[in-house]
């Protein structure tokens, strides 16, 4: 369990979101109260309210805080030429970027049905589909379109599916990334037709 980042000190909006992500991770986002969290960080609960007045404000916070690299490699990706070695490195900080935000992954995994009716289950989607954009042809075909969104869904998986797994979870990382590259080449340059 050593992936999770040490709390940050200090800040009391980032230990608010801290000490919420574990405990929506722990016990559910539903079963989780605001009363608990303030008990859990030994504040009040009107000290809670000065930063988030509900708990899908708190969890709207993290979301915006670790996707903040993904909404700039998006805003990156856009300026960029279509070349294979534009795709490869946004393939590559986009394992970084998942990787900063483990934590939440986590939680949304845990907590699908939660996350698809909050605000941010819809962001999600449209951020996924941003990215497929930058890494398929404008005029892919079937094929090369699923190779990338697959590409991309290999890179979730490589954090959600494999976490159980024996091993180093960098070098599960770096294994899924490699799979994504394989991926996005193929349909960038899939070679004679069969």
Known sequence: MGSRPQPRRGNTRQRIQDVALDLFAEQGYEKTSLREIAEQLDVTKAALYYHFKTKEDILNSIFED??????ELLA????QPRTLETKK?????YSEALNRATPLFRFMQENQATVRELS???????????LV???KEP????????????ALFAMHAGMHALRDAEGDPE???KAALEVAIELVTKA??????A
């Open 188 to 193: 960038h340059d899939p070679g004679p037709s």
């Open 171 to 173: 070098e599960k990382r």
């Open 76 to 79: 990156w990706g856009k300026e």
């Open 66 to 71: 670790l996707n903040q690299p993904v909404e």
């Open 120 to 130: 941010i289950g819809h962001t999600i989607k449209n951020r996924v589909i941003a």
């Open 139 to 150: 005029d892919a075909p079937l094929t090369d379109q699923v190779r990338c969104f697959t």
């Open 133 to 135: 954009d930058l890494i």
């Open 89 to 93: 490195e946004i393939l590559v900080r």
